[in-house]
Every structure is written in C-alpha cells, then in structure tokens.
C-alpha cells in the first residue's frame, strides 16, 4: 500500500496570507490526524478528522483548520499567516475504528513564512 | 493534562553496543497507549514499537525493546546491536483510549558512532 502523502512538500508564504496543505491517507484508513513540530515547542496536536468530521481538537487559534472529504483525504488551512506558523506540518493517518490505532505519518509540508 | 517528558536531549552510542533511551509520562489514566517513533533526517516519522499499558510483557520489536514500568509511569526503549540507521531523533509518545491524539516529549537525538 501507498504511506501517507502530503502536498506540497515546501512552502513559502508572507505573513498576513493563507495557506492550504493536503494529506492523502493510506488506503482504507478513515482517520487523519494533523501536527505542528517545531524547534521551540517540539510537536503539537492540531486536530483530528474521521468521516469528514472534526472528532478531536489541540489547543491552536481558530485561525487554523481543517476539513475532511468523503475520499478521506484532508486539508488544513492557516488563515492570516504569522511568523510564528513557520513549522513542519505533519499529518498521520490510522484506520479510525475507533480504539487507539497506531497513527502512521506522512513526510510533512515545511512551511516558512516571511 | 497528560504530559510526556524525555530528559535525555542526547545520547550516544557506538556501533554495535546497546543504549536506551529514558521516558517518563504523567497521566490520571489507567487504560492508554505509548510508543516510540523515530524521526531521522528526512523528517518521516517512523513507528519504531508500541505498548499498551494493559499488557505487562513488555514489548519487542526485533533490536528494540521496552522496559514499561506502569506503577512507576516510565517507558524507555532499548536498543541492542546498535546500527549507523540507528541515527536519528527518537520520540517518546502517550495516547489516550479513542484517542488519536498523540502527546510528544520533546525527543532525544541519538547519535551512532562508527
């Protein structure tokens, strides 16, 4: 089976923008889950998505989220960018049963902003 | 809140000898689940070995091991035969039941000496 694949790999965005990244599950699983890792505040849960809906949530402004579709590929949106979102957005998928699953990541999106 | 810490921000080991790596977790929970994930410098987080804090036997994992002390809220991961591929950021992981939500440790950076 295909891992999990995020697009695009790297970005560069001004602040003030927005942005949309996507993750594409493994094959079957429902569940995708999403996480901010960067070097001050290491990795941190964004929120999760299974059949099309958030089920579980992190501590982050509203100015960031997500939605799932019925294919259960995913996207996250950062609205009004600041310099303090530049991180490795990584995003992890599982089969969403509903028990705790082993989460499986992707390669991750680098974001930068200026 | 449950928290994750790793007090070791790096370690070293050399090639084909035996180091492990400590953590410890803070939780009001009795049922739940850690692992340990492997970031190596492509940034792919890999699942390197998971146990669920209902099994006593400690979990296995080839050259990997766990030393699980429940009563204790300790984790660590030992690795035997040490390899270079070994290399890489080690993170200690905690979820919850219908999680889904992974909480980090700050990680500890192994470094293999040939």
């Known amino acids: 089976k295909a891992g999990v694949t995020q697009t695009p790999r790297y970005l560069i965005k001004t602040r003030g923008q927005q942005v949309t990244l996507s993750c594409s599950p493994i094959s079957g699983h429902r569940s995708v889950s999403w996480y901010q890792q960067t070097p001050g505040q290491g990795l941190q849960f964004l929120f999760e998505?299974?059949?099309?809906?958030?089920?579980n949530k992190g501590n982050f402004p509203g100015r960031f989220s997500g939605r799932q579709f019925s294919n259960s590929r995913s996207e996250m949106n950062v609205s009004t960018l600041e310099l303090g979102d530049s991180a490795l957005y990584l995003c992890?998928?599982?089969?969403?049963?509903?028990?705790?699953?082993?989460?499986?990541f992707g390669p991750g999106t680098r974001l930068l902003v200026l | 809140a449950q928290t994750v810490t790793q007090s070791q921000p790096e370690m070293s080991v050399q090639e084909a000898e035996t180091v492990t790596l400590s953590c410890t977790y803070d939780t009001s929970e009795s049922d739940y689940y850690l692992f340990w994930y492997k970031q190596p410098p492509s940034r792919q987080m890999i699942l390197v070995i998971r146990?669920?804090?209902?099994?006593?036997q400690n979990a296995t994992e080839n050259r990997f091991s766990v030393n699980f002390q429940k009563a204790a809220k300790s984790f660590s991961l030992k690795i035997s035969d040490s390899q270079l591929g070994d290399a890489a950021m080690y993170f200690c992981?905690?979820?919850?039941?219908?999680?889904?939500?992974?909480?980090f440790g700050a990680g500890t950076i192994l470094r293999v000496k040939s």
């Open positions: 992981a905690y979820e919850h039941e219908y999680g889904n939500k992974l909480v």
């Open positions: 998505y299974f059949s099309e809906t958030q089920r």
């Open positions: 146990q669920e804090a209902y099994k006593q």
């Open positions: 992890a998928s599982s089969a969403g049963t509903g028990l705790v699953e082993t989460q499986y």
